[in-house]
């Protein structure tokens, strides 16, 4: 809510602009009934009634500009509220880093966009509220006053005719579950043919997927015509109430009328209050978009608590070798110790293998030692400086990182290789491009390196090495290598090797793989286990060692 | 297929129209009861002190209500026989219009579609057509019979009424209509925006490690701030766009109110009208017209919009297939007959030349295939040849195969090995007939049957998915297939042929040794497997080929994953860009640097250092 709060604070001539509005709004709708009703009795006993026909025309022309002036202050209200939060957030994010991401990539886009938006809706809506409590409450007092009994009538027909309806919307949840069931057998159908697109193709049995996918349908449009008419009784049904209740007020009214107690305008007037006061409705909306708003207040709330990571002002020495020193370094994930006090050092301008069963720690260590986490114990060190006392820029300067997944961001690919604080000559994004093997497939594309991301669709493989040339076309001290080449097919991964191994060898590498055949060319290999280094020694050292070599597994599969 | 616009919606629906019409009547009858017993109820009731003729009006328009109701139930079920139509079409656009998209993208060897998006379409935007065709039809056609009972209400009241009620409610009405273009176009330009605004956050949340990784905070940000920007402009120009339509609803449906108590004098004074009537006329003028108008104004400025963007988005999207992407295949595999690949020998293309088929020997990189151009004449027997072939992706773009020559023997075994990218999969397309050539020629002798890495297992029984390819199979075809590739184990695991599979409960590996056994049994001569044993086992990727090898009267190309597929095969294809050579497994490792690369970082892996 602290978000919310937040905003309605900075927007609070507007918020209370909107309540005064919303209440002029509701005085002026509970001032003109009786004003029409004064008008229309002073004519029909033709008196002169200027003065009051002005009055309704006035009250009209009043109810219009509130009405429109609440709506467009409160739409404008919450736009702005929308922006302001979705920028705030936007940026923690992004301050935050991957820590944002704990509860996984669609929460998080959930909670920025969709909860957001209906956060940003809460001022206006929370403003608004006390204009919907006074409309309804207003015309039941308005109809006590004009007569008791019609309030009388009101107060006791609204509940026996509330519950008649409500006893009728329940029917529909079940409707509306057939329906979804039939939709998700198409979907489903419809997914796994997309997985076989290729076989489709080659079979030439596109038609005959088709009316595989597409059986299921009859049963939808049943599914679906039941819906419609089930909620087409629950229409019928809350359609009855409203004209039923004013009905009833209206006989209650003519009796009254009958015996002199009332006139035609008070039966006028009193004909819209039941209208204003049947408006409860309105209210158990708006309660509802406040407590909506709250709901998802929060959920923005738990992204701006998530901590971001502070940063010093030191810089590297200038010509470091980029030594990379792990000291006790402890990471905890969940309930599990991943790293428990290790050491590690990774000498200047050295390529070091991280190798170690999968869930070892292998992506836990990597990202401790770029700083895409911080360690929950210990210091990792660049060129003797840990790396919290670093500049981002120098920090981000010094390190670059490839994944297993990488994710590419920019508009076309050239861009997705220049990813990065700066813009970047092409010569590098080419080179980079080159270096990973990425080079020969980009220019097959419609516009080469100028080909929109969205019209380009890459392989698993294509866009691994799309991630290793972004992290080839900037420099700096240390690469750290997550897993990077693990979809690449054997002779690629022989070409990104000799790159890795020939061009970049100035530069300090940390990269942990599965293969046997990538620890084999690193100068050193480093064996997580149980949470430590178990070994740091050379590859062919190592596989000496039975557990080692099992590992690897099934060795073929290199 | 053209896009849909709202009018399609309606068009050739005659019948169904007429009876949601029909039905609408009833709720035009309570309309105008309502108000002309109530009018009735004080001028020969109450007025006069005749409480039971009050009470007696009043009650008929009580029994309206529920009349009336009954009539908008029915409604709803016309609204179904009108909606649910549309939303079958829709369905089935989208289906269609992913699957085709799929293939071809799958034929031109390209990635993964977004699925998610094709099952968005499906479940939500579908559902946001149907709700809001739903919701015009309902509102329009509302206010359209509401206004006919208060006309005809007002005209057995005092005619006379009209005259006051009818010219400000066209104003209004047109000024709606004018107002309804505009601000129709802000809401489109709202939704892109706060659409563009979702993606943005999307990519961002899922490439936070990336963004921080690069240090690209600062341009993501800005990035975001000019999204999020452009989406407070288009919600505000929204925003003060609402005021033209309560503006609208102001002149239609207050300024009557005002204009009746204006004339109430001379109505009064004329005669024209009693004091019952006049209250009949507020009544028409508040419960009924301001309700209905406001709902119709409201409804048509967002779920109107809503729809033709709707529309637009479902139906536009996938464009008919190119004609030159249309595949020439080799025969559908289902429709070539009986038999696995039985006599399809003889029913080869006769290739000219003549020569031994691709047998290893001659010199060190001999036969077949040469980045540039081969006059070498085709060899006798052979059922695949490719001749000068060349294939690039677009009019500009570099071509992935050039100038290929290539001939596979009857019965020979070629194995493909080279760096991704290098065009395997485009040469397996051009094999099966997926691609066509850009130049060159492809002639087979018979059909091919392709099996992509990404095996195509489906919701059915396990005879059904192995004997998909076939026109005629009995359980124990499939069983044979099945022992016969490796999958015999998998298939008593899944309870024999007529068990039913639920494909996301098998493990990549399983669904790939289905789809082997289904190739297995398909009527084909020419086994290209695309890299289809990727997700099994060395031992049991072996086991496969082999049997496809040991296969009667069969000629396999495996495009190699690992590259223990080219030790078992007769001669390998070493796709690299210029240097592409073909030979045995003995001639390559002398005669191809490349090869001898890959050779060596498997033996480095097999055995250590």
Redesign the interface.
């Known amino acids: 809510m602290a978000v919310v709060v937040e905003t309605g604070r900075q927007d609070a001539g507007r918020v209370v602009g909107i309540t005064v509005l919303g209440l002029l709004s509701a005085a002026v709708a509970l001032a003109l009934p009786y004003a029409?009703g004064h008008?229309?009795d002073l004519?029909?006993r033709?008196a002169a009634?200027g003065w009051w026909?002005a009055a309704?025309?006035g009250l009209?022309?009043a109810?219009?500009a509130t009405?429109?002036g609440e709506?467009?202050l409160?739409?404008?209200t919450?736009?702005?509220s929308?922006?302001r939060i979705?920028?705030r957030t936007?940026?923690h994010?992004?301050?935050?880093?991957?820590r944002?991401?704990g509860k996984g990539?669609g929460d998080?886009?959930t909670r920025?966009?969709g909860n957001a938006?209906d956060a940003a809706a809460t001022p206006a809506a929370a403003a608004a509220l006390p204009a919907a409590l006074a409309a309804p409450v207003g015309g039941i007092v308005a109809l006590g006053l004009t007569d008791v009994w019609l309030a009388v009538a009101f107060l006791a027909g609204a509940p026996l005719l509330a519950l008649l309806v409500h006893r009728f919307a329940r029917a529909s949840a079940d409707s509306v579950i057939g329906y979804q069931n039939a939709?998700?057998r198409?979907?489903?159908?419809?997914?796994?043919?997309?997985?076989?697109?290729?076989?489709?193709?080659?079979?030439?049995?596109?038609e005959r997927?088709?009316a595989?996918?597409?059986a299921p349908?009859p049963e939808?449009?049943t599914q679906?015509?039941r819906?419609?008419?089930v909620?087409?009784?629950a229409?019928?049904?809350a359609?009855?109430l409203v004209?039923?209740l004013?009905?009833t007020v209206?006989?209650v009214g003519?009796?009254r009328?009958?015996v002199g107690a009332l006139s035609?305008g008070d039966?006028?007037a009193a004909?819209?209050y039941v209208?204003l006061a049947t408006g409860i409705g309105v209210l158990v909306g708006q309660l509802g978009a406040v407590v909506k708003g709250r709901a998802a207040a929060t959920r923005v709330d738990e992204v701006l608590a998530v901590p971001v990571p502070a940063h010093g002002t030191r810089q590297l020495p200038r010509h470091g070798p980029g030594a990379l020193e792990l000291r006790a370094v402890t990471a905890v994930r969940g309930a599990d110790t991943v790293l428990d006090r290790l050491d590690l050092t990774v000498p200047g301008g050295s390529c070091v293998a991280v190798v170690g069963r999968s869930g070892a720690g292998k992506s836990v260590l990597a990202a401790l030692a770029?700083r895409?986490a911080d360690p929950d114990g210990g210091t990792v060190l660049l060129d003797d400086c840990p790396l919290p006392e670093l500049t981002?820029?120098e920090?981000?300067?010094a390190?670059?990182?490839a994944?297993e997944r990488?994710?590419?961001?920019g508009d076309t690919v050239g861009d997705a290789i220049a990813?990065?604080?700066r813009p970047l000559p092409f010569e590098h994004v080419t080179r980079g491009a080159r270096a990973a093997?990425a080079d020969?497939?980009v220019?097959?594309?419609?516009?080469g390196y100028a080909t929109a991301r969205s019209r380009a669709?890459?392989?698993g493989?294509?866009i691994q090495?799309l991630?290793l040339a972004?992290a080839f076309a900037?420099p700096g001290r240390l690469l750290v290598l997550d897993d990077a080449t693990s979809s690449?097919?054997?002779?690629?991964?022989?070409?990104v090797a000799r790159a890795l191994f020939h061009d970049h060898a100035h530069r300090t590498r940390l990269l942990t793989t599965h293969?046997?055949?990538t620890a084999?060319r690193a100068d050193l290999v480093a064996w997580l286990d149980a949470g430590r280094i178990r070994a740091l020694a050379p590859?062919?050292v190592l596989?000496a060692d039975a557990d080692y070599?099992a590992l690897?597994g099934?060795?073929?599969?290199? | 297929m053209r896009e849909l616009r709202i009018r399609d919606c309606v068009r050739g629906r005659g019948a169904v129209v007429a009876v949601l019409l029909g039905w609408s009547v009833l709720e035009a009858g309570?309309t105008f009861l309502?108000g002309f017993a109530?009018a009735h109820?004080?001028d020969q009731?109450?007025?006069r002190?005749?409480?039971g003729t009050?009470?007696w009006w009043?009650a008929l328009?009580?029994a309206a209500?529920?009349v009336?109701?009954?009539g908008?139930?029915?409604?709803?079920?016309g609204?179904?026989?009108l909606?649910?139509p549309l939303?079958?079409r829709l369905?089935?656009r989208v289906?269609?219009g992913?699957?085709?998209g799929?293939?071809?993208?799958?034929?031109r060897g390209?990635?993964?579609?977004a699925?998610s998006a094709?099952?968005s379409r499906?479940?939500h935007q579908v559902e946001i057509a149907?709700d809001s065709l739903?919701g015009i039809v309902m509102v329009l056609r509302s206010f359209a019979f509401t206004a006919a009972g208060v006309v005809a209400g007002m005209i057995t009241l005092a005619p006379v009424l009209l005259l006051v009620v009818l010219p400000p409610l066209a104003v209004g009405t047109a000024l709606f209509a004018l107002a309804l273009r505009p601000l129709a176009r802000r809401q489109r330009r709202f939704l892109a925006a706060?659409e563009a605004?979702?993606e943005e956050?999307?990519?961002?949340?899922?490439?936070?490690?990336?963004?921080?990784?690069?240090?690209?905070?600062?341009?993501?940000?800005e990035r975001?701030?000019t999204r999020?920007?452009a989406?407070?402009r288009a919600?505000?120009a929204?925003?003060?766009w609402?005021?033209a339509r309560?503006?609208a609803?102001?002149v239609a449906g207050?300024?009557p109110?005002?204009l009746l108590?204006?004339a109430?004098?001379w109505l009064?004074s004329s005669h024209r009208i009693t004091?019952g009537a006049?209250?009949g006329a507020?009544?028409y003028l508040?419960?009924s017209l301001q309700p209905a108008l406001q709902a119709l104004l409201h409804t048509l400025a967002t779920s109107g919009t809503r729809l033709t963007v709707v529309l637009t988005h479902l139906t536009s999207t996938p464009p008919p297939p190119p004609e030159s992407t249309v595949?020439e295949?080799a025969g559908?595999?289902?429709a070539v007959g009986s038999g696995p690949a039985r006599g399809f020998l003889a029913a080869s293309v006769p290739l000219p030349g003549g020569g031994a088929p691709g047998e290893p020997a001659g010199p060190p990189l001999p036969d077949g295939v040469r980045g540039g151009r081969s006059t070498a004449p085709a060899p006798k027997g052979v059922v695949l040849d490719l001749r000068g072939v060349t294939f690039?992706?677009?009019v500009?773009?570099?071509p992935?195969v050039r100038e290929l020559d290539l001939a596979v023997g009857g019965g020979e075994h070629l194995a493909v090995?080279?760096?991704?990218?290098?065009g395997k999969s485009t040469l397996a397309g051009l094999i099966?007939g997926?691609l066509v050539p850009s130049a060159g020629v492809v002639r087979r002798a018979g059909a091919?049957?392709?099996?992509?890495?990404?095996?195509?297992?489906?919701?059915g029984t396990v005879g059904e998915n192995i004997g998909?390819?076939r026109a005629h199979t009995t359980p124990a075809l499939v069983t044979a297939a099945a022992a016969a590739v490796g999958a015999a184990g998998l298939v008593d695991a899944l309870g024999g042929p007529d068990a039913q599979v639920d494909?996301a409960a098998l493990s990549t590996g399983e669904r790939q040794l289905l789809?082997l056994a289904r190739t297995y049994l398909a009527p084909a001569g020419v086994v290209v497997l695309?890299e289809a044993t990727c997700h099994l086992?060395?031992a049991a990727e072996a086991f496969a080929e082999r049997a496809f090898a040991d296969r009667p009267a069969t000629t396999l190309v495996v495009i190699a994953?690992?590259?223990?597929s080219a030790r078992r095969a007769d001669r390998t294809l070493v796709l690299?860009?210029a240097d592409t050579t073909c030979g045995p497994h003995a001639d390559l490792l002398a005669g191809s640097p490349?090869y001898r690369?890959?050779a060596a970082?498997?033996a480095?892996?097999?055995?250590?250092?």
């Open positions: 029409l008008a229309l004519l029909l033709g009634a026909v309704c025309g009209i022309a109810q219009t009405g429109a709506d467009l409160a739409g404008l919450t736009a702005r929308a922006a979705r920028r936007v940026r994010m992004l301050a935050a880093g991957p944002a991401a990539t998080l886009v920025v966009v938006s939709q998700g198409i979907a489903t159908l419809l997914v796994e043919a997309l997985g076989g697109a290729r076989t489709i193709a080659a079979a030439g049995t596109e997927e088709n595989r996918i597409l349908l939808l449009g679906g015509r819906m419609w008419r909620q087409g009784r229409t019928a049904q359609a009855v004209p039923l004013q009905l209206l006989a003519g009796i009328l009958s035609v039966l006028l004909s819209r209208l770029g895409l981002a820029a920090l981000r300067d390190v670059g990182y994944f990488p994710a590419l961001l990813f990065g604080p093997e020969g497939f220019r097959l594309l419609p516009d669709p890459f392989s493989g294509e090495r991630g972004r900037r690449l097919d054997t002779v690629t991964e022989v070409r293969r046997a055949a084999a590859h062919d596989w070599r690897f099934d060795a073929a599969d290199a | 309570q309502f109530l109820a004080l009731g109450f007025l002190g005749r409480q009050g009470l009043l328009a009580a209500v529920p009336g109701a009954y908008t139930a029915r409604v709803f079920r609204i179904a026989d909606v649910e939303r079958d369905v089935r289906v269609r992913g699957l085709a799929a293939v071809r993208a799958a034929a390209g990635g993964q579609p699925d094709v099952v499906l479940t149907r739903g706060d605004v979702a956050c999307g990519a961002l949340a899922g490439g936070l490690r990336d963004i921080t990784a690069c240090g690209a905070q600062q341009p993501m940000a975001a701030d999020i920007a989406a407070l919600s505000r929204l925003a003060t609402g005021v309560t503006g609803l102001a207050q300024l109110i005002v108590l204006v109430t004098p009064l004091p006049l209250l507020f009544a508040t419960q595949p295949p559908p595999p289902a690039a992706y677009g500009g773009a570099e992935v090995v080279g760096p991704s990218g290098v099966a997926l091919v049957a392709l099996v992509p890495q990404e095996a195509y297992v489906f919701r998909y390819l494909p789809a695309d086992d060395p994953h690992r590259i223990s690299d860009g490349l690369d890959l970082a498997w480095a892996a097999t055995t250590g250092p």
